[in-house]
T-cell receptor
């Protein structure tokens, strides 16, 4: 186990709704990255947070947003949900000095109907 | 564009044999390459990484080889066990960013 926790485990939403996913990083890790993993695909980088600010973003629209809190935990918010947003959402924590060494949580499975 | 690809979608090996999982990458600016193991219903689990200035790194039962000339990465698992059955991903880190680019994955099936 990595010590990275995510909630909820599963979630079902309707198209057009909004969703908030949560992540607690591994103890001592100050950087959180979020990834989207569609079924049968590798994870795709959404964005990264360090010192409560976005520190890099992948090719995702602005309706994907995030927050990081002083305790390094993080939230991923998705507005105006679309059917294609159905995926496993993963967060990963790391240290700022070793951003490549990321430890993943178990993920939140989001289904949009 | 940026891409990390895997040569074979499924690899089936006999228990006790060695496994080799291959990966091609295209981004010359990557500074680290990482292998992850993902079991069903779980998040990716860090296995081993290699810095771009190295060509080989060994861990417990695993070895990663990096060939920058042909932009190729491989993961060797010695004495493969049933518990090694999973999907394996290679990922590259865009230099100094922590942005990992993953391939689609190779499913490793271990036959008893």
């Amino acid at each position: 186990e990595t010590g990275v926790t995510q909630s909820p485990t599963h979630l079902i939403k309707t198209r057009g709704q909004q969703v908030t996913l949560r992540c607690s990083s591994q103890s001592g890790h100050n950087t959180v990255s979020w990834y989207q993993q569609a079924l049968g695909q590798g994870p795709q980088f959404i964005f990264q947070y360090y010192r409560e600010e976005e520190n890099g973003r992948g090719n995702f629209p602005p309706r994907f947003s995030g927050l990081q809190f002083p305790n390094y935990s993080s939230e991923l918010n998705v507005n105006a949900l679309e059917l294609d947003d159905s995926a496993l959402y993963l967060c990963a924590s790391s240290l700022a000095g070793a951003l490549y060494e990321q430890y993943f949580g178990p993920g939140t499975r989001l289904t949009v109907t | 564009g940026e891409s990390v690809g895997l040569h074979l979608p499924t690899l089936s090996v006999q228990e006790g044999d060695n496994s080799i999982i291959n990966c091609a990458y295209s981004n010359s600016a990557s500074d680290y390459f990482i292998w992850y193991k993902q079991e069903s219903g779980k998040g990716p689990q860090f296995i081993i990484d290699i810095r771009s200035n190295m060509d080989k790194r060994q861990g417990q039962r695993v070895t990663v080889l990096l060939n920058k000339t042909v932009k190729h990465l491989s993961l060797q698992i010695a004495a493969t066990q049933p518990g090694d059955s999973a999907v394996y991903f290679c990922a590259e880190n865009i230099r100094n960013t922590g942005k990992l680019i993953f391939g689609q994955g190779t499913t490793l099936q271990v036959k008893p």
